[in-house]
């Protein structure tokens, strides 16, 4: 199975709709076998980044914050989703291919009701942040 994680520097990038890139990790018998990152800048925003991510075979989506409209959108597409998650992406690859993976089925981003600058972070406690 693949499985994309929302990418910036070695990190769980916290905004799925902002996310310029993916790693894809391949994960075969509870190991990761392979990665490779994918440049998602011109996909033409976050409405085609579920299709984007089908296309390139990903059953499953670890990230931080992630808002209703993608939700719905890689629903449709068949698309697993694992938000609440920070830290190494690798890291996070190998728990979830290990199925100790820990996320929070509930953290969701409202970007769409405000726009501003800066990112989006979860306490320990999940509690959501904006950063302005």
């Known amino acids: ?6 990418y910036d520097n070695g990190s769980v990038f916290q905004h799925f709709g902002r996310t310029e890139e993916f790693m894809i990790y391949t994960i075969e018998d509870g190991k990761v076998t392979d990665k490779e990152k ?3 800048s011109s996909t033409g925003g976050h409405g085609a980044l579920a299709p984007f991510l089908r296309d390139h075979g990903v059953e499953a989506l670890i990230c931080g914050g992630i808002g209703g409209g993608a939700r719905a959108a890689l629903g449709a597409c068949g698309i697993k989703i694992y938000p ?3 830290g190494s992406a690798d890291d ?29 972070h ?6 959501h942040h904006c950063c302005h």
């Open 38 to 40: 994918v440049d998602a």
């Open 84 to 86: 609440g998650v920070s």
């Open 122 to 127: 979860h306490d320990s406690d999940g509690a």
């Open 92 to 120: 996070a690859a190998k728990a979830f291919a290990e199925g100790r993976l820990e996320f929070d089925e509930n953290v969701e981003c409202h970007h769409h009701d405000h726009e501003h600058e800066g990112g989006c």
């Open 1 to 6: 199975m693949k499985a994309a994680i929302t």
